[in-house]
Structure formats: structure tokens, C-alpha cells
């Protein structure tokens, strides 16, 4: 994939987009447009800033998706109200990101034990993982409440029914999330989850220098 400065040039050109909009909403007096735009824009780009500053690389298609998300989720969602318009928008994202938490929380945990995939049964290191995923969701929920309460937003849209359905739906994403992190484990087939998982793990050998060993001596065989 062709990059631009380090960064896909598909992440590059909606971190543009986002700004702009947000500059030009600005001259023109649109202000909640202006501020949903540079709120998406600032989020955006917090992956890239939080991995430099913690010397961890990021695959390019996990900033893809990321920046993908948080534009469809936060700019899309709130600025042109597709969260009312397409029914399934926000199953489909609350979906995908729970499912993106819960290998991320896979990734952590697995971390902590410096990738040795024998320091802890793979269940635990699964179960420990949909915990940290599973969490993000009412962390997500307390900060659509927030942006409602202080904003004036429509963030939870029906109150309490949309932010259980979103936890549920989190729960279901975690749950998945976790289990690629136990099939990458026990050596399963997970598809393309565990790609992801021996990617962000190769590219970040200091983390996970048993793991990338072990990947290492598997290849090479």
C-alpha cells in the first residue's frame, strides 16, 4: 500500500479531510460541524501520536481501520446523522470496534507476559483479554454520555435501551476478539485475526521477543 510520511496515503488524505472541513466549517460560522470535525480529527490521530510516543509500530492496515472507524463513527455518525438514517450503522461499528478491542486487549495481555505463549494456559490469557476488551465498552458509553450532557449531542440516542444494546453488542465483539487470541494460542487456524495478531507481533519484536523468536524458528523450518 502506497505511503505517504509513514502513514497510508488513505489516512493521510481523511486526517486531511477532517481538518479542512473542520477550518472551513469554522470561517463559515458552522460551529458543531467544526467541532465534530476536529474532535474526529483529534481522535484519529491518537493511535499514531500514542504508538510513537510508546516506540510500538503499528501494522498499516490496524491505523486504516482505526482512522476508518473513528471518521465512519464520530464524523459521519454525529456530523451527517447516519447513526438515524442507516439502521445498521451502529451495530455495524459498535461490532467491528469490540471486536478490534478484544484483540487488542489479546495483544496486551499477551505482552505483559513477553509473548511466551507458556507463562499462562491460553484460556486465561483469553479470558483476562475479553476482560480489557469487554471494558471499553461502558468506558465508550461514559463518554457518550459526557459529550451529550456537555454538548448537546444525541450521542445515546434512545438513553438507556442504546447503551445496553451497545454493550451487548461490545461483549459479543469481545468474545470473538478473545477467542482469535486463543486459536493464535493453541496454534489454530483463526484466519485473518491471527495474520493480524503474527503481524503486530513480528513488527514489534522487543514486546514479544519469545513469540517473535518462536515465529522466527517456525519459519525458518
Known amino acids: 500500500m502506497v505511503r505517504v510520511f509513514g502513514q497510508s496515503w488513505i489516512v ?7 481538518l479542512g472541513t473542520s477550518l472551513t466549517a469554522l470561517v463559515f460560522g458552522l460551529w458543531e460541524l467544526s467541532f465534530v470535525a476536529f474532535a474526529t480529527f483529534t481522535l484519529a490521530i491518537t493511535p499514531a501520536i500514542l504508538a510513537s510516543r510508546l516506540h510500538v509500530t503499528l501494522p498499516v492496515p490496524f491505523l486504516v481501520a482505526t482512522t476508518v472507524f473513528i471518521f465512519a463513527s464520530v464524523f459521519m455518525g454525529e456530523a451527517f446523522d447516519f447513526y ?4 445498521w450503522w451502529d451495530i455495524a461499528l459498535h461490532g467491528a470496534s469490540s471486536i478490534s478491542f478484544g484483540l487488542i486487549g489479546f495483544l496486551f495481555i499477551f505482552m505483559l507476559f513477553d ?4 507463562a499462562a494456559p491460553p484460556f486465561a490469557l483469553a479470558f483476562i483479554a475479553f476482560c480489557v476488551g469487554m471494558t471499553v465498552g461502558p468506558v465508550w458509553e461514559v463518554f457518550e454520555f ?4 456537555w454538548f448537546g449531542l444525541n450521542m445515546q440516542k434512545s438513553g438507556l435501551v442504546d447503551t445496553m444494546h451497545d454493550i451487548m453488542i461490545n461483549g459479543v465483539g469481545a468474545t470473538l476478539g478473545s477467542f482469535a487470541g486463543y486459536l ?6 483463526g484466519g485473518i485475526f491471527n495474520r493480524l495478531i503474527s503481524q503486530f507481533v513480528t513488527l514489534n519484536k522487543t514486546l514479544y521477543r519469545k513469540s517473535a523468536a518462536k515465529l522466527r524458528n517456525d519459519n525458518s523450518d
Open 12 to 18: 493521510i488524505s481523511l486526517w486531511g479531510l477532517l
Open 84 to 87: 438515524e438514517r442507516v439502521w
Open 115 to 118: 509473548g511466551d505463549r507458556y
Open 146 to 149: 459526557l459529550m451529550d450532557s
Open 184 to 189: 493464535y494460542l493453541t496454534g489454530q487456524n
